[in-house]
């Protein structure tokens, strides 16, 4: 018998087994039987995980960076899965109060690992990660403090993080209102300072003055730092962030001059609920002078504003290192729903059976390949361009550290462009999971409900999506308008060969052609110069450089994804270009990396050809390619998911289960269900049997 023939076989007896299993459970509710008797602890994977051409074990450690990275993940995943303070199924089910309540008790319970372990930073984070929640600490941890390093002076550090990182202060960003939240600089909320006394007075002059959004505002944050307009002697200083304390550290009731609260649900159950995103005004509240953050622009006792040699974009320094933490955390959400996708992919059967054989596996279909394997490789793209984001960002904070800010505005547009671009691409890739799951996605206890609603608001928060990409444009326009004087470096380098990449065009004759770093990146680069440069012309040909920035909005926007998809494809490539140990390891990369570059030549055809770099028979053979590639996918696919290493606990989803084992768990959860506790439901006698007893002669409908 051959290898098809054995695989047949085991497929035909994991089926029969799961039927088995599954006819258990059904008899359980049904007919009295034992529901315990399902097939626990078999691997209705097994035979995929066979089929793996490279070594799982090394490509954990590629997708976690190191030994010591995976090994430091791993202990805190398992940390978290096997303490039943953590569980969350029940989530999606809670009142909101019930809710919060749930997640204060697991942030302390969180705190107190930290703390009776000795967790490290890097720990926390990750322990953070896999507990799943969004919670007040995400923001004291992610913004208040962050805030207070980036614009505190030395004296201000020094008093406030002692207290901050103890938590014995809990801190918010308050910066967006009700009326403004892209538009900083519109920002209604004043801080004016008053010579008599030394202080500022906080007010919230309008309703539309009112902070709004802030997570950990709404009922935990004792403090926040604040973002307000500076008004000295009279005058407007443009807005500086001020730490403000909201609520007595005593009996934690609002103080005078205050008013907070929570804005309400959001979007979906459980999910972003868990927050307590809030709404703050201020009625002339007093605070000290040296609670305003002084790093960058100083008030002194006289009155006198002070500017140090910082620039004042180091106001908004917060946001840079939040947008970088947002593509690290893209990588990982996305991976998280094709794990899901890509297990019940290959456990699902429709239609194609022979013979009474079985029927096919979903994930063989091509069209479902096509959907899925990009959504794969784009996970990895995410996660190598994180890390090099990572990279990048505390390259410019020991710089800032410095005063070195040469290389201020190149992190901005990265961090804003690349959040732009993966959060866009994650938000629409886990819905696209849920398709691939077919009806069984839309099931709460698929995991994916959940993860979408708590994923989508990052596409509008720390910057909306679209309002980041403008500036990416700005920071494009300026490096092509400087060509003819300045030498164009980092991501933009490839604009100092505009000359050639205008010029010259693709050179692949095949579909193997395209198996080539050099091609690809040449592609992609001649692309993104020439949407760009065609932008500057178009530009050119407005008096008023505003208002043709305004008009041509949309085709910048698209300069900028295109810059931003070269970026993410660079550095792919760079990673394949260095030692990745491990059988098949690099080898089963550089398949996802062209996968990736491929896809997006394929849904971007229309730039690519528009530009003149390509012709219809070369984007065609990137298609044929393509498939190709996806066939090379095919074998690896669980164990590319599996390397992901995330335990059934962080997944929270019965179609992503490691062992496959759907159908019974699927069923026996639905039991689960508060609705099942009893066979007549609530408010039948009430509602339904009135109904189905009343004697009407005749009906209308
Ligand atoms: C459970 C127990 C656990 C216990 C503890 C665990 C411990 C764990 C430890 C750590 C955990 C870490 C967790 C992190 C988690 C984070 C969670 C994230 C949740 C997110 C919550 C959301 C928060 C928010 O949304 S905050 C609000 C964000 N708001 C925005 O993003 C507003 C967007 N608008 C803007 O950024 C700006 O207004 C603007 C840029 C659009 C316009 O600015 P403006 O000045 O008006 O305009 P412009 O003229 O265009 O710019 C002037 C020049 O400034 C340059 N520039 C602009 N922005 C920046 C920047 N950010 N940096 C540098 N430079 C900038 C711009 O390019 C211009 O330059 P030029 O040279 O003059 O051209
Ligand atoms: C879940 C969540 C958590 C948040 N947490 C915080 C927090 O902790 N702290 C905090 O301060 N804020 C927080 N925010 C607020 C968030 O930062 C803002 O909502 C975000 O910056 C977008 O601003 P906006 O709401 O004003 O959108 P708007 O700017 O009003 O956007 C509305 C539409 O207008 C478009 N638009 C706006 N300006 C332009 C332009 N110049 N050109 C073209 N199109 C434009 C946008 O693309 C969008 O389509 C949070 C928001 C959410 C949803």
Redesign the pocket.
Same mark, same amino acid.
Do not use: F
């Given at each position: 018998m051959g290898l098809s023939g054995i695989s047949l076989l085991t497929t035909t007896y994991s089926l029969i087994l799961q039927h088995q299993s599954l006819l258990l459970c059904l008899r359980a509710k049904g007919f009295g039987l034992d529901l315990k008797k399902d097939m626990e602890g078999v691997d209705y994977l097994s035979d995929e995980r066979k089929k793996a051409q490279f070594d799982v074990e090394a490509m954990k450690i590629a997708w976690a960076g190191s030994l010591e990275a995976f090994q430091l993940s791993d202990r805190m995943a398992k940390l978290v899965a096997n303490d039943p303070a953590f569980e969350k199924f029940t989530r999606p089910m809670l009142g909101r109060k019930e809710l919060i309540k749930n997640t204060l008790r697991k942030a302390a319970h969180g705190w107190k690992l930290i703390v009776d372990l000795r967790l490290t930073e890097e720990e926390a984070k990750w322990l953070r990660l896999y507990i799943d929640e969004p919670a007040y600490t995400d923001?004291h941890w992610g =913004?208040f403090i962050p805030a207070i390093e980036g614009q505190g002076t030395e004296e201000q550090k020094k008093k406030w993080l002692p207290l901050a990182k103890k938590m014995q202060i809990i801190g918010?960003?308050?910066?967006?209102e009700l009326g403004?939240? #892209?538009?900083v600089q519109g920002l209604e909320t004043t801080a004016t300072f008053d010579p008599q006394t030394d202080e500022f007075i906080m007010h919230s002059p309008t309703l539309t003055s009112s902070k709004w959004?802030?997570?950990g505002l709404g009922k935990a944050s004792t403090h926040a730092v604040v973002y307000a307009r500076l008004i000295v002697g009279g005058e407007f200083h443009g807005v500086h962030g001020f730490i403000v304390q909201l609520r007595s550290l005593d009996d934690h009731s609002p103080l005078p001059g205050v008013t907070v609260g929570d804005i309400g649900m959001?979007f979906g159950n459980g999910a972003?609920n868990t =927050?307590d995103?809030g709404v703050l005004r201020f009625d002339h509240v007093r605070i000290p002078r040296d609670q305003m953050l002084m790093r960058v622009s100083q008030v002194t006792r006289e009155g006198k504003i002070m500017q140090s040699d910082v620039p004042r974009q180091l106001i908004y320094g917060t946001m840079v290192y939040v947008r970088q933490t947002i593509v690290a955390d893209a990588s990982k959400a996305l991976s998280r729903a094709v794990c899901i996708a890509t297990r019940y992919s290959a456990i699902r059967r429709q239609f194609g059976s022979r013979n009474g054989g079985p029927e096919t596996q979903v994930i063989d279909y091509k069209t479902q390949q096509s959907r899925l394997f990009p959504l794969l490789a784009s996970a990895y793209a995410f996660r190598f361009v994180g890390e090099w984001l990572k990279w990048l960002y505390t390259d410019v904070k020991e710089r800032l550290a410095a005063n070195d800010f040469s290389t201020l505005p190149e992190a901005h547009a990265c961090t804003a462009g690349l959040k732009s671009l993966t959060t866009s691409f994650t938000a629409d890739g886990i819905e696209e999971c849920r398709k691939l799951c077919g009806g069984h996605g839309y099931l709460v206890s698929s995991g994916l409900p959940e993860l979408f609603a708590v994923y989508i608001?990052a596409c509008?928060?720390?910057?909306?999506n679209?309002?980041l990409l403008?500036q990416v444009a700005r920071f494009l326009v300026k490096t092509v308008s400087e060509l003819g004087y300045k030498k164009p470096v980092g991501t933009t380098a490839y604009m100092g060969r505009v000359a050639s990449l205008m010029q010259n065009n693709c050179a692949v004759q095949t579909a193997e052609g395209w198996l080539n770093p050099g091609a690809v990146v040449e592609a992609f680069e001649s692309r993104a110069a020439r949407m760009a440069v065609r932008c500057g012309q178009q530009l050119a040909k407005y008096e008023n450089p505003e208002e043709g920035f305004a008009e041509l #909005?949309a085709d910048l926007v698209e300069a900028s994804i295109a810059h931003c998809q070269l970026i993410v494809v660079s550095k792919f490539i760079e990673k394949l270009q260095q030692d990745i140990p491990g059988k098949g390891v690099k080898q089963t990369l550089e398949v996802l990396c062209y996968v990736y570059a491929l896809f997006l030549l394929h849904k971007h055809q229309g730039d690519f050809l528009a530009t003149g770099y390509l012709t219809p028979k070369q984007a065609s053979l990137a298609n044929d390619q393509l498939r190709t590639l996806y066939s090379k996918v095919r074998p690896n696919a669980i164990t590319l998911v599996d390397s992901f290493n995330y335990t059934d606990h962080y997944l929270g989803s019965i179609l992503g289960r490691y062992d496959g084992n759907v159908y019974p768990k699927l069923y026996e959860a639905a039991w689960k269900d508060p609705l099942n506790d009893s066979d007549v439901v609530d408010g039948f006698y009430e509602y339904v049997q009135p109904i189905l007893k009343q004697k009407l002669r005749t009906a209308k409908l």
């Open positions: 923001l =913004m918010c960003y308050a910066q967006t403004h939240g #892209s538009n959004w802030p997570g959001k972003y =927050m995103n608001p509008t928060y720390e910057g909306d679209v309002v403008l #909005s």
